[in-house]
């Protein structure tokens, strides 16, 4: 069973940089599929990131490539999300998401285990 636990949102100037971690618990933990997504007031929950067991393969939205980078350190079990050069439409609750079967998915409803999610706010 895994347990996930983000931290490290906040308020963040536009230009400005957060890091996200997502605490992970479970034997099994580092052979799952992470990943980050994350939903605006009134929207759709939307992909943002993923990565492999191992932090070979990684994937992201094309409205963050190039600005965020996802990691994962599986000897702390933790997975990451570095964000730079955050933009105010970058605000939003942020989750972090366990795929069990590991299709590489960015449909949310394909992602088995969620954490709390963590408020992100960009302003300008």
């Known amino acids: 069973q895994v347990q996930l636990l983000e931290s490290g949102g906040g308020l963040a100037q536009a230009g400005g940089s957060l890091r996200l971690s997502c605490a992970a618990s479970?034997?099994?933990?580092?052979?799952?599929?992470m990943g980050w997504f994350r939903q605006a007031p009134g929207k759709e929950r939307t992909f943002v990131a993923l990565?492999?067991?191992?932090?070979?393969?990684?994937a992201y939205a094309d409205s963050v490539k190039g600005r965020f980078t996802i990691s994962r350190d599986n000897a702390k079990n933790t997975v990451y999300l570095q964000m730079n050069s955050l933009k105010p439409e970058d605000t939003a609750v942020y989750y972090c998401?366990?795929?069990?079967?590991?299709?590489?998915?960015?449909?949310?409803?394909?992602?088995?285990?969620w954490g709390q999610g963590t408020q992100v706010t960009v302003f300008s």
């Open positions: 998401a366990g795929d069990t079967v590991s299709s590489y998915s960015t449909t949310p409803n394909d992602y088995d285990y």
């Open positions: 479970g034997r099994t933990y580092s052979y799952y599929v």
């Open positions: 990565v492999s067991w191992n932090g070979g393969r990684t």
